[in-house]
């Protein structure tokens, strides 16, 4: 239990947070939110720094690994800065005269972020880069064991804010260890609440009484058919499975492979470091122990997740994450669901039509809204699909985890979060972006009167179906 001093410290960091927002909206300038947003980019994709925050992620959380956090951290934040640059943030951003309506924008205030232990680093930075471009504040609740790294991360970003004279208290977080009360306590106080990760603080955000982008759950099904490449489908589908030890919420989960190429593509799996494992049961138990997920087998390397399932002498040497046969999809299928390993469900379809109706009904089970993947050499495929399953993300023979938070070939905007629409019980379906942290003041003129003729809308109406 937290004591009311512990509640009354997050009010006391809010406060802060607040009073140095107020200053830096009313003393604000498009210079002042670059620089401030620049100076958090720096932060974390400082060579050295970007190693110690990675290292310090694996050590205190124990998942993924040390080389693709630091990817992680240059690349996402490289990217965000790249879609930024440029961008409108502070005073007049649009004058129409046709429509009269000049748009000034304005801040949201003070941003509580709640971050997940998956992306102790990249995740807040994102948040951080995108609150200060839009004249914000920004409080962040890590989880317990993504404290560390949080709080190494917030050193670096005041160091650099030293360095230009920007107030430190427009980035702070919770203090001490996270938990459900102090985390409550930002989603009510804050302006605007930004949750990534768990889906029991996205439901309490959308029901905190603040106004909150909080994303839906990933279980990104991807459909092999008998047009593609199966051996770049392969490297592509390993590249992105193995990433970070497949923590991101964009990593395969279940493969839905046509029955016309389907030995074809476990052979090119097999060239790739991907395995195909026939006892299913045996994965489940020891994935599943008691009901829930193994430690010894969530985004750990390859050996170590082989040896927790017991499995190290039934694969090759080599293996870097398996895939396991499968027909169930639902709950009592626990492989139709996210695994966060590098372990996949596969599932065989006799046909495409077939593999679109196994995709929507593993998005029924879970991860509706969020993406699925397809590798084909028939364009129209990606159009079929889009139209048929709860997604708002087609993601087309790419590697799916780098493609879907963007990528430097492809048009999304970068992120670490995913708005997964109705669908997936969220208010935006867009990648969580700069946007959705500003909002505007609409200066509204007169203008010459643009009023229709009834016979100018119903016309044609009236013409079929008569008055």
Not at 78 to 106: F, N, Y
Request: net charge negative; charged share 20%.
């Amino acid at each position: 239990m937290n004591a009311p001093d512990d509640l009354a410290e997050t009010d006391l960091v809010v406060a802060r947070a607040r009073a140095a927002q107020k200053d830096y909206e009313a003393n604000g300038s498009q210079q002042r939110y670059d620089r401030a947003a620049l100076a958090a980019a720096w932060a974390i994709m400082e060579p050295e720094r970007n190693r110690r925050l990675a290292e310090l992620s694996v050590e205190t959380t124990g998942l993924g690994n040390v080389p693709d956090k630091i990817m992680k951290n240059h690349r996402k934040t490289l990217g965000l800065m790249r879609d930024i640059a440029g961008q409108k943030t502070w005073g007049v951003i649009s004058e129409d005269d046709a429509t009269g309506i000049t748009r000034i924008a304005r801040a949201m205030g003070v941003i509580g972020a709640v971050v997940p232990s998956t992306n102790p680093a990249a995740t807040p930075a994102n948040n951080i880069i995108n609150a200060l471009k839009c004249g914000n504040s920004i409080v962040l609740s890590p989880s317990p064991k993504g404290v560390p790294a949080c709080v190494a991360l917030l050193d670096c970003v005041h160091r650099e804010f030293q360095k230009i004279g920007e107030d430190c208290n427009l980035v702070q977080m919770i203090p001490g260890q996270g938990s459900k009360e102090k985390t409550q306590r930002l989603l009510e106080t804050a302006d605007l609440i930004v949750v990534t990760g768990s889906q029991n603080n996205v439901k309490r955000a959308y029901t905190s009484g603040t106004p909150a982008l909080a994303v839906g759950a990933g279980n990104v099904t991807v459909i092999v058919d008998e047009t593609c490449d199966l051996d770049a489908a392969a490297e592509k589908i390993r590249a992105s499975k193995t990433f970070d030890n497949a923590t991101s919420c964009s990593s395969e989960n279940a493969l839905i492979v046509v029955d016309a190429v389907y030995d074809d593509f476990v052979a090119a799996m097999a060239r790739a470091g991907g395995a195909v494992v026939h006892n299913e049961a045996r994965v489940v138990d020891a994935l599943w122990p008691g009901g829930h997920l193994n430690r010894d087998v969530i985004a750990q390397d390859a050996d170590r997740m082989l040896a927790a399932l017991g499995i190290t002498d039934d694969v090759p040497a080599g293996t870097e994450y398996i895939a396991v046969e499968t027909t169930g999809i639902g709950p009592q299928h626990p492989l139709s669901g996210e695994k966060l390993s590098r372990v996949a469900a596969l599932y065989r379809a006799a046909h495409f039509e077939d593999a679109v109706a196994l995709a929507g009904r593993i998005l029924a089970y879970q991860g509706a809204g969020h993406s699925v993947g397809l590798h084909t050499s028939v364009h129209d495929r990606a159009i079929v699909l889009g139209r048929a399953v709860p997604t708002c993300r087609v993601i087309v023979n790419q590697a799916h985890c780098f493609a879907t938070g963007g990528a430097f070939n492809n048009g999304m905007p970068f992120s670490l979060s995913m708005g997964c629409g109705s669908w997936g019980g969220n208010s935006i379906d867009d990648n969580l972006h700069w946007r959705h942290f500003m909002q505007t003041t609409k200066i509204v003129r007169e203008i010459p009167a643009d009023e229709p003729d009834l016979e100018d809308i119903f016309g044609d109406y009236w013409d079929a179906a008569g008055r």
